[in-house]
């Protein structure tokens, strides 16, 4: 998720307006339930059934899927939700040629669920088939084959090949530069930096000093086609001094944002303090045992839906848990609850405030044991997030 606050960043300083919102769950007055919106599951399973009996064409059936799919998802049906989106693929995966997008949306949704479930393998998978379908109904330098491979530097960040991404991401900058894709290469550039600035949090050898360069790299560039992606690199360039504990960086960030955007009328996350990982402390072992792999928790069914208002001052406040998953444990979400109430994010003033939805899952990669073929969790948890009021869940192209 390190590129998401840089890439909304360019979004807003390119168009000035907020997207559209999808109705927000309710709470009650006990603070517990929700109310949802929207199609019912059963009613999105039949319109799918009735395509599929209809013989609808590929980017339809498609649709009907993702449609059912991310209901099952947000209803915690994790598993169903992919099963949904194979049996899609093993439809329409022949149709690469004539119906890049749909399928390639496909991939890249199935990629989204199984890194939820912690299948690293099929997520890695999908992000190399987004790119093989578009790269089946589209040139190579196609822009949005260039797009693909810069989710795939993603991927291959996310997974722990840090060197493969930063060389992907320079990759698709060279060759925009080449094409004059300024836009392409904007993105590219700030995804180094935001490599960069993301293994700094972790790293000290030289990772700092790599990542003021790299922001310092996407200023400099002089097509005008990447001065959204320079003016989110002078953010992300003072975000650093926040990490660095600088007296005054979170409000110097602010009024950085304040300088470049003014007038943006939807709230970006300029600051978030970090997580802190529900290691082996949150696994209740029993006094005076080391943690081994055996003992980790059942990671299945850890999920929350986590609602806050984003004040006028860029403030949070109202952080609750609206719903949560059936076999919840009650332990993982309290440091998420704490990092989201020390968040801050650009002002506001024009507006009551933003109300926000997001979904955290608790969850650990699958792995085989050494000589055989039992799958068995690491023993190092994680937590995946999606925001759940502004973009659909499983987002398409």
């Known amino acids: 998720m390190f590129r998401t606050t840089s890439f909304a960043l360019v979004a807003l300083l390119t168009t000035g307006a907020a997207s559209a919102q999808q109705p927000l769950p309710a709470p009650s007055t006990g603070g517990r339930d929700i109310v949802v919106t929207g199609t019912p599951l059963k009613d999105l ?33 994790y598993r169903d939700a992919r099963a949904t989106m194979l049996k899609s693929i093993d439809r329409n995966r022949r149709f690469a040629k004539t119906y890049p997008e749909p399928v390639s949306d496909l991939y890249r949704a199935h990629s989204r669920v199984a890194a939820h479930l912690g299948e690293d393998g099929a997520y890695f998978g999908s992000a190399l088939d987004v790119v093989s379908t578009l790269k089946a109904g589209f040139a190579d330098d196609d822009w949005r084959v260039l797009g693909a491979k810069l989710e795939l530097g993603d991927a291959y960040f996310k997974t722990g090949r840090f060197e493969d991404a930063v060389g992907l991401y320079r990759t698709v900058a060279r060759r925009a530069h080449e094409l004059h894709l300024g836009r392409a290469e904007g993105m590219a550039l700030l995804s180094i930096a935001n490599a960069y600035v993301a293994a700094s949090r972790v790293r000290n050898d030289g990772y700092y000093a790599a990542a003021l360069k790299a922001c310092d790299a996407v200023r400099a560039a002089t097509d005008p086609a990447i001065a959204p992606f320079g003016a989110a690199a002078t953010v992300l360039k003072a975000k650093l001094a926040v990490r660095t504990g600088e007296p005054g960086a979170v409000d110097r960030l602010v009024a950085t944002y304040r300088t470049l955007a003014k007038g943006a009328a939807k709230p970006v996350l300029l600051y978030a303090p970090t997580i802190d990982r529900p290691m082996q402390a949150y696994l209740e ?45 009650g332990k993982w979400a309290q ?32 792995e085989f044991e050494t000589g055989s073929r039992i799958r068995t969790r690491r023993p190092v948890p994680k937590i995946e997030v999606l925001d759940l009021t502004s973009d659909a869940a499983l987002p398409s192209s």
């Open 45 to 77: 399973r039949n319109a799918l059934a009735r395509c599929l009996e209809q013989h609808c064409p590929p980017d339809k059936d498609i649709d009907a899927t993702l449609a059912v799919a991310e209901a099952q998802f947000v209803a915690g049906q």
């Open 285 to 329: 072992f029993p006094d005076g045992e080391a943690p081994i792999k055996g003992a980790v928790q059942d990671f299945a069914d850890q999920w929350v839906d986590i609602g806050f208002n984003i004040a006028p001052d860029g403030t949070v406040d109202e952080a609750e848990v609206l719903r949560q998953s059936p076999h919840y444990s």
């Open 335 to 366: 440091p998420v609850m704490t990092a989201i109430r020390g968040r801050r994010y650009a002002p506001n003033a024009t507006g009551p405030g933003t109300s926000r939805v997001e979904r955290y899952t608790y969850t650990a990669t699958w």
